[in-house]
């Protein structure tokens, strides 16, 4: 019984995923086709970035609010760097994934050797990251990127397959193999399932929780950098609200708020219904407004479904 | 005689998963007397008290109030009847005032708004009347433990309070303390008020209660006036037993030292000095309290030790994360599974193999043909009873689950186990596995520090048994000397 139910959970996001294709398709003349999905994964490559990071935090039992907003930040480094000092657009890539490590290790060790909760410290790291994106541009976009620097967020390989869309694939592929095959992977399900019984196990519980801060740090300068490089240009909002869809694709697709639960797949999953919902509601020529009005009714609602299915197994392994 | 009951119980019966813990017990309580209640941890005390104040409800029998039967309290109607239970810890708002918190779900004076002038002036009083030195404008995370309990009776006085219970109301007090919470005691005893008075300490219990109640494994044994009982007598109504088989025998040939404190001291410990050679079990007794988790948390690394020397093969060691501990060869198998030893909503293998997860891996990568090997081998050692490696730790028993904790130490290869309460919430069948499984390890030479609240077992599995009392060492016992009165006396500090 509690097995049935525990693989429902799981597919449930695909579930919602194959609906939501099926209704789009019949009701949006324009939505089923390859060019319309090639966009859908185009404007999902970001968040998808994003997420992995996300999820990493998450399942060690922490949260990080800063992403969305480090993304704007890196993203006029790098693109200052080469406007303004004219460094190569490898090497201030480069300068910018290191800001984001950066950043994601001052997360992670003021948070674990203050223990001040992840949700205020992430939160001011989301102010302070867009107030130096700010502060180092006066406040303007910076425009006259190299050339070259396009290719990563606007080009294509083999003429087919978006190089963002690759980047992303990369990331989520690297990033489950992590999770799922390795011992490092297997401590952060270890530390945010029970982190008192993962330190007596002789786990350094410290060092795992940190290590997810950094890499969400490093993988939202990577998001921010495709981000800058598609918009061809360093936006200081770049990114501004994304960790909110990054946080929203984990949570619909099953991974836990309080730790030690969740899986990539259902995170891919998550992406990709927050990402189809957008993209079809937005070809269907529906607002803005309303296309924000959708997405918190359907996070709220995923959420309770999946809360009151758990106090229900609850209740009933108690009747036992 | 009857009539001067204000509180009987009558053929109470509780029963959890496969444990009865309350089997038929009938106990009266006169009015204004001080009633003892004593046994052993687990005899089922803690469950009775539940009862009185309606944080449980009883399978079987009824409680009588001044006349009146009920099958059960709940929590608001036990404390409107005049009941108030004084729990070990204690329940009250650390961040609020002495005056609120005496006064918290009160409405004081006319007004619809709290009255906070009112409130402190009544406050007052009644600490006043208590001859407590207490401001009621204090913050209660200021006061001392001792002010905090009594800021607790003054809870209970503000409401008509017939039957106060005290759930070992002396265990933190320093003796001065402790005669000022027993003038109180005999000043409500006075009024008219019953005291149900809980604690291990026997010399407390003759100084201030007029009877004693003894529970046993759950069950009622007798009541008796103080006066007519002497010390011994009280400890053989609490022991009453005789050490069962349940014990598998084991030939002890004890090996080298392998592990040795010389002087420990800190985490609330002080001058703690033992051996444990391979293949012995040593038992750590004591109260609650005493200082037994403590000290093995220091030797696992989990605690910080403030001076001393621990050595391990003869070589010192200084182990200052768990995970130092762990690369040495010592395991511990926790006091709280549930909150320190499982994954409980991961499966088996990931609980198994979490410690030693490097061994099972290349480059970070988990070989997990390698690790279902293992586990799956581990679990036929300890004999879990599951379909597949692959079941939540959630969905298996308390002795499965302890099983579980155990596998993952087996795996690391420990030179030195750690038992913490090790068959605490196991069932009787599951205990004897565990045993077996003990007896094993120590076959392999392995060296075992075993921490028991429960006499039967410290004394059957024990090959020595070490006893502290209030954070010192009381003694340490050879197998000739084992007695249940030997340990109680030691454990209470008499």
């Not at chain 1, 390795?182 to 399900?189: A, E, L, S, V």
């Not at chain 2, 390698?370 to 081998?377: G, Q, T």
């Not at chain 2, 298996?396 to 993952?408: E, P």
């Not at chain 2, 410290?458 to 000397?481: F, K, N, P, T």
């Amino acid at each position: 019984m509690q097995k049935k139910k525990l693989n429902l959970k799981e597919y449930a996001v695909w579930i919602m995923l194959v609906v939501l294709i099926a209704v789009f398709s019949l009701a949006v003349p324009n939505f089923a086709t390859t060019g319309n999905m090639v966009t859908i994964l185009r404007q999902v490559a970001n968040i998808g970035i994003l997420s992995v990071g996300m999820t990493f935090v998450l399942i060690s039992g922490g949260i990080d609010l800063s992403i969305g907003n480090q993304m704007g930040l890196v993203g006029v480094i790098s693109a200052m760097l080469m406007v303004q000092f004219g460094m190569s657009p490898i090497l201030a890539c480069l300068v910018g994934l290191v800001v984001g490590v950066i950043i994601g290790l001052i997360n992670g060790l003021l948070i674990t050797y203050t223990q001040m909760p992840p949700l205020i410290m992430t939160l001011g790291m989301s102010y302070a990251a867009r107030g130096l994106a700010y502060i180092i541009t006066g406040g303007y976009p910076v425009y006259g990127l190299p050339e070259s620097m396009k290719w990563l967020g606007q080009g294509y390989l083999f003429a087919v397959v978006p190089v963002c869309v690759l980047v992303m694939v990369i990331v989520i592929a690297l990033g489950a193999f992590i999770m799922n095959k390795t011992y490092i992977g297997r401590q952060f399900y270890a530390v945010g399932s029970n982190e008192e019984a993962a330190r007596l196990s002789g786990l350094r519980v410290q060092r795992v929780r940190v290590l997810g801060y950094v890499i969400a740090g490093f993988l939202a300068a990577l998001s921010g950098i495709v981000l800058m490089s598609r918009v061809n240009s360093g936006q200081p909002m770049n990114g501004n609200g994304m960790e909110m869809d990054a946080l929203i694709a984990c949570v619909v697709g099953g991974v836990s708020v309080t730790g030690g639960e969740g899986k990539a797949t259902g995170m891919i999953g998550g992406m990709l219904v927050m990402g189809i919902l957008a993209n079809g509601m937005a070809v269907a020529g529906m607002s803005e407004y309303l296309q924000m009005l959708v997405k918190g009714a359907v996070l709220v609602a995923v959420v309770a479904i999946d809360c009151v299915s758990r106090h229900q197994s609850l209740k009933s392994l108690l009747k036992k | 005689m009857e009539e001067q009951n204000i509180l009987e119980l009558k053929h109470i019966s509780k029963q959890y998963t496969g444990v009865k813990a309350l089997d038929d017990v009938s106990i009266s309580f006169r009015r204004g007397e001080v009633h003892a209640l004593m046994g052993e941890n687990g005899a089922g005390k803690s469950t009775l008290i539940k009862t009185l104040s309606g944080a449980i409800r009883p399978d079987e029998g009824e409680i009588v109030f001044e006349g009146v039967s009920h099958a059960h309290m709940d929590p608001h109607q036990s404390m409107e009847l005049g009941i108030h239970v004084i729990y070990q810890e204690f329940n009250m708002m650390p961040e609020l005032s002495v005056a609120e918190n005496i006064f918290m779900g009160q409405r004081i004076g006319s007004g619809k708004l709290f009255n906070k002038a009112i409130t402190e002036e009544r406050a007052q009083k009644i600490l006043d009347s208590m001859h407590a030195k207490i401001n009621a404008k204090e913050t209660v995370k200021n006061l001392s433990v001792a002010n905090m309990q009594l800021v607790e009776i003054a809870k209970a006085l503000t409401r008509d309070v017939k039957v106060l219970v005290m759930d070992e109301p002396t265990a933190p007090l320093t003796d001065a303390e402790v005669e000022t919470l027993f003038e109180i005691v005999d000043m409500l005893k006075k009024k008219g008020v019953t005291i149900i008075y809980i604690s291990h300490r026997i010399a407390e219990v003759f100084q201030i209660s007029d009877r004693v109640s003894v529970l046993r494994d759950g069950k009622f044994i007798k009541t008796v006036p103080t006066s007519q009982v002497d010390r011994d007598e009280l400890i053989r109504l609490m022991v009453g037993r005789e050490v069962s088989d349940t014990y598998p025998k084991r030939d002890f040939t004890p090996g080298d030292v392998v592990l040795e404190l010389q002087d420990v001291s800190g985490n609330g410990v002080e001058h703690i000095s033992f051996a444990v050679r391979s293949g012995e079990i040593l038992g750590l007794s004591g109260l609650v309290g005493a200082g037994r988790t403590e000290t093995m948390r220091m030797v696992f690394g989990a605690d910080p030790m403030d001076s001393g020397i621990i050595l391990l093969n003869g070589q010192s060691i200084h182990p200052t994360h768990p995970s130092d501990a762990v690369k040495l060869g010592i395991g511990l198998i926790p006091e709280d599974r549930k909150q320190q030893g499982l994954l409980l909503n991961l499966p088996i293998f990931t609980n198994i193999s979490m410690a030693t997860m490097g061994d099972i891996s290349h480059f970070t990568v988990l070989n997990s043909r390698k690790e279902k090997e293992k586990v799956n081998h581990l679990v036929d050692t300890v004999t879990v009873k599951t379909p597949s490696i692959a079941q939540l730790v959630r969905n298996l028993s308390g002795g499965n689950q302890q099983k579980v904790v155990l596998a993952k130490w087996l795996a690391a290869n420990c030179k030195v186990l750690i038992f913490d309460e090790p068959t605490r919430g196991i069932d009787v069948g599951a205990r004897h596995e565990i045993y077996k499984l003990m007896n094993e390890l120590c076959r392999q030479g392995i060296a075992i520090v075993m921490i028991s609240s429960d006499m039967e077992e410290i004394l059957g599995m024990s090959d020595r048994i070490l006893v502290l009392c209030e954070g010192r060492q009381a003694g340490i016992l050879e197998r000739e000397e084992f007695s249940q009165e030997t340990i109680l006396s030691l454990a209470s500090g008499q």
